[in-house]
């Protein structure tokens, strides 16, 4: 009997199935029994309606090292078919695709309604098979069809032996349903009874007495919150004083946008939805230069439309805070898969240069907590800060401890000059400094102005090309990225022994997979370290070089097909790297990981490329 | 009118940008409008952001006191968005040319026009792109019958009616060559409370030999007494009254204010910031 640990996947078809409202319901329900739930892996499609759409969730009772590989416990259907006799069958999709990846004896529960499924191949293999009739049940005998998924939900509960007293379904329906009277509740709880009733027969006409799998609740949960990274980063970015938002709708930002416009009126502040992707990157920037501490937030596609305010930014000095979701390019590309392709755009994107700082979340907290850098940053050196996500982080969710978000934080300090600071030396909004960062008054506070200006200029802001007012000018700005890299760079987070063995390098949603590949590595008795970057540029040399050094190999593991941050390291620390890449539109998995560090140390593979149809070697050399 | 605001808006910024126009350029006439305009506005520098467009326009944000900002090409009404939602105590003026405007700049001009906000757009509007020496802009072949058309030179493109489908709320047209009208116009517009769009015709002495200050002192004429500026139809016909008749309209075209939710300064400052509770964001992810 597995208690609380196993994976599970609800599969369907997009909007039809209502494949989120049951992971959704799951994933709050069991946060709130004290079960840990991940689902940081999302399989939706670029399309309203209509494509195979699949949510894998584990649940643990601590916390998760990470997703696991594809081997599955739970695959649950939820396709049915309009017309049975029809050509296409797409009520087989779920079990298709995914009924492979079950273990042996696991199960497969599956809505029937439409026809029965050929499963001697997987029950040959000890999975238990539940064909319920979810969506007949619904429709037939409750009359009304969305509660096909509750039907399927309280058969799930049932299988899983959790909450026979419907105490938990109940909580979460009421909340939902009850302003609406009671028989929607009721409806709801009956069709979870069918749904129950209907395994029940299975299990005592297979005369099964469980499936071999048990969920329990915790007996005294600490509150948490079932949440994703754009939530979190939305919640860190006003607690640290973010109260202008612009966003132009783009999967997968837009998310950022809308819990933006739900939350930010309530703390005073303005949420913009931009005509176009420019837009609201210039609005960000003039409602910064206005006063606000401003974020924008989008994806790939809307990043290069706005690669041109990056110089703004830099030049003008006026801070933003720019949150990249980054999905798979290149062009459109693979608009809900995701990929970490975007490191050069915002590393060196646009003409010119400009001081940048660029910050990778790692994992839906760091969405929450690195997110209060990012604005502290941009505050303190006036320019923009990158911040970088992706799909998976972004849309994906778990279950996060509320203690988090108490930590108190609080609001960044403001830098602004003062009417009374103004007054007392000459304000120079661009003055000389040998921090290079100059006092900022805003516009509106007397005791000077500010000619905020991208053209290069002098001090007060006047343009100029005059050659030595140049060169102090962009060694001023620049000079902030020394200061940047004396005072505020991070070295990667470090995990486990240095000097050992392999160390294993990532950075971004990658660093769940790398610590569980470190802990396989381990069980084979392969001392392997991880080190994590989350501050990417200016990348820190003088920090993160005697940590790769150490690396017995240095493997670079990134979901994008150069190596752009193993690029990075090679160019700033000149230690020879390996790369271990994946931009297939799937998350690394750990077993994955494993194998291709073993092409590396036994095999000498200088790159792996996962993801094809096998592990693909390629560049063997000796002398690397 | 207070002589201490005269003269911070009479003499130029401080401290002195030398002023690098064309000797008879149209600018120089809103300049000096601007000027006016701010002075019986009785504003302060501090009190303005002069958001300039890229051109020779442009330029004019560092000829004038007040805080200004400069962005890219076709950006400075959006930024000006911007600014405005987040401190409505400031006066913002987007100033900026038919080329930064109605070309690169067309989608702001659009979907700002809709948005109304409470700022200014001045267009010097001239026909070309003159610090590029000369290329045709979007309102280059005014008063050229568009006989024949070709794709490398479509018709002129009129600001004022596209204001009008966009729905922007304050539209007038002035003349540099008439800078006392314009004056009005600019201090007008700024009293209107939402989005005012000055179209102003500001010739071009070297790129543009064809719309010049004796053209536009043919064809300008002043907008009727009688003209019922809140009503779109009048607006509408009156355009097409003198389109008829081969004029350009000078003065207030269409004005209508539209209900304006009241706008407060966004929380900036650090006891603003302070101490929130985050538990309305919690509330809904349990």
């Known amino acids: 009997m597995k208690v609380n640990r196993m994976k599970l996947l609800v599969g369907g078809v997009q909007l039809r199935d209502g494949v989120s409202t049951i992971t959704d319901l799951l994933g709050r329900i069991l946060s709130r029994a004290g079960l840990h739930v991940m689902a940081l892996e999302r399989g939706f499609a670029s399309t309203i309606y209509g494509a195979h759409q699949y949510d894998p969730l584990v649940i643990t009772e601590e916390p998760a090292v990470s997703w696991g590989d594809e081997a599955l416990d739970i695959l649950v259907g939820l396709e049915y078919d309009v017309d049975p006799d029809g050509p296409e069958q797409p009520n087989r999709d779920s079990v298709f695709r995914h009924g492979r990846n079950l273990v042996d004896g696991g199960v497969l529960i599956y809505d029937s309604s439409s026809g029965a499924i050929p499963v001697d191949a997987l029950e040959a293999r000890g999975i238990r098979v539940f064909a319920i009739p979810a969506r007949q049940i619904a429709t037939r005998d409750l009359k009304k069809e969305v509660v096909k998924n509750v039907v399927m939900t309280g058969a799930l509960f049932r299988l899983l032996e959790f909450d026979r007293d419907e105490q938990w379904l109940r909580r979460l329906l009421e909340e939902r349903f009850g302003r609406k009277g009671p028989e929607l509740v009721n409806l709801n709880l009956e069709a979870a009874r069918r749904g129950r009733a209907a395994v029940e027969a299975i299990l005592s006409q297979r005369g099964w007495s469980n499936v071999g799998y048990r969920l329990e609740p915790r007996p005294t949960p600490a509150p948490a919150v079932y949440i994703s990274g754009n939530e979190a980063l939305v919640i860190g970015a006003i607690e640290a004083g973010v109260r202008f938002y612009a966003g132009y709708p783009i999967t997968p930002a837009s998310s950022i946008l809308e819990f933006m416009e739900d939350h930010l009126p309530r703390y005073g502040g303005r949420a913009l939805q931009g005509s176009n992707e420019r837009e609201s990157i210039r609005a960000a920037l003039g409602a910064s230069a206005a006063g606000a501490l401003s974020m924008i937030g989008t994806s790939g596609p809307g990043l290069s439309l706005k690669v041109e305010e990056f110089g703004v930014s830099g030049v003008t000095e006026t801070p933003l805070v720019i949150v990249d979701a980054m999905r798979a390019g290149p062009s459109t590309g693979m608009p809900t898969k995701s990929e970490q392709g975007d490191l050069f755009l915002v590393t060196g994107g646009g003409h010119g240069e400009i001081p940048r700082i660029v910050l990778a979340a790692s994992s839906i907290e760091e969405c929450y907590s690195l997110i209060h850098e990012a604005v502290l940053l941009a505050e303190t050196y006036q320019c923009p800060v990158f911040f970088l996500t992706d799909l998976n982080l972004g849309e994906g969710r778990m279950t996060v401890p509320e203690a988090v978000f108490r930590s108190g934080q609080g609001a960044v300090a403001r830098q602004l000059a003062t009417e009374q600071q103004a007054r007392e030396g000459r304000y120079l909004r661009y003055r000389i400094t040998d921090s290079g960062v100059s006092p900022r008054l805003l516009p509106g506070t007397r005791g000077g102005i500010s000619k905020i200006n991208s053209t290069e200029h002098d001090e007060f802001g006047f343009v100029t090309t005059d050659p030595p007012k140049r060169v102090a000018m962009m060694d001023k700005r620049m000079r902030k990225m020394t200061k940047y890299l004396q005072n505020d760079a991070k070295p990667p987070q470090v995990f486990g022994q240095l000097g050992k063995g392999p160390l294993l390098v990532g950075w971004g949603s990658t660093r769940p997979v790398l610590l569980d590949a470190q802990k396989r590595l381990q069980a084979e008795g392969i001392n392997a370290a991880v080190a994590h970057f989350t501050h990417l540029w200016p990348f820190p040399t003088a920090l993160a070089k005697s940590i790769l050094e150490a690396g017995k190999p240095v493997i670079v593991c990134e979901h994008n097909y150069i190596g752009q941050l193993a690029e990075i390291i090679q160019a700033h620390t000149l230690v020879a790297v390996r790369r271990v890449l994946k931009y297939n539109g799937r998350p690394f998995y750990p077993a994955e990981v494993v194998r291709a560090v073993h092409e590396v140390t036994h095999n000498g593979a200088t790159a792996v490329r996962l993801g094809g149809k096998d592990p693909v070697m390629v560049e063997v050399s000796t002398d690397a | ?286």
């Open chain 2, 1 to 286: 009118m207070p002589e201490a605001t005269k003269s911070v808006w009479e003499q130029n910024a401080a401290p002195r940008h030398r002023i690098q126009w064309c000797p008879g350029c149209g600018d120089f006439a809103v300049l000096n409008s601007l000027k006016a305009a701010l002075t019986t506005l009785e504003l302060t520098p501090t009190e303005v952001l002069l958001v300039g467009g890229i051109g020779c326009s442009g330029q004019i944000r560092n000829y004038l006191n007040g805080n200004s900002f400069y962005g890219t090409h076709g950006g400075a009404l959006a930024y000006a968005l911007g600014a405005k939602m987040v401190n409505p105590e400031l006066t913002v003026f987007a100033l900026a040319g038919d080329g930064d405007t109605l070309a690169i700049g067309i989608e702001n001009f659009v979907h700002i026009s809709r948005r109304d906000p409470d700022i200014t757009l001045v267009i010097m509007d001239n026909g070309v792109y003159g610090l590029t020496k000369g290329q045709d802009s979007p309102s280059a072949g005014l008063g050229h019958p568009a006989k024949i058309s070709v794709e490398e030179h479509p018709p002129f493109l009129d600001p004022v009616k596209m204001a009008l489908t966009c729905g922007a709320t304050f539209i007038a047209q002035s003349f540099s060559g008439d800078p006392k009208h314009t004056t009005e116009m600019l201090v007008e517009a700024v009293r209107h409370k939402g989005f005012a769009m000055v179209n102003d015709f500001s010739p071009c002495v070297t790129y543009n030999k064809f719309n010049t200050y004796d053209w536009f002192r043919a064809h300008c004429e002043m907008v009727p007494g009688g003209h019922d500026p809140s009503s779109e139809d009048a607006a509408w016909e009156l355009i097409r009254d003198f389109e008829r008749r081969e004029k350009l309209p000078v003065g207030v075209i269409f004005r209508k204010p539209r209900e304006k939710a009241p706008a407060k300064r966004l929380p900036m400052w650090q006891a603003e910031l302070e101490g929130i509770d985050l538990e309305p964001m919690l509330k809904g992810l349990r």
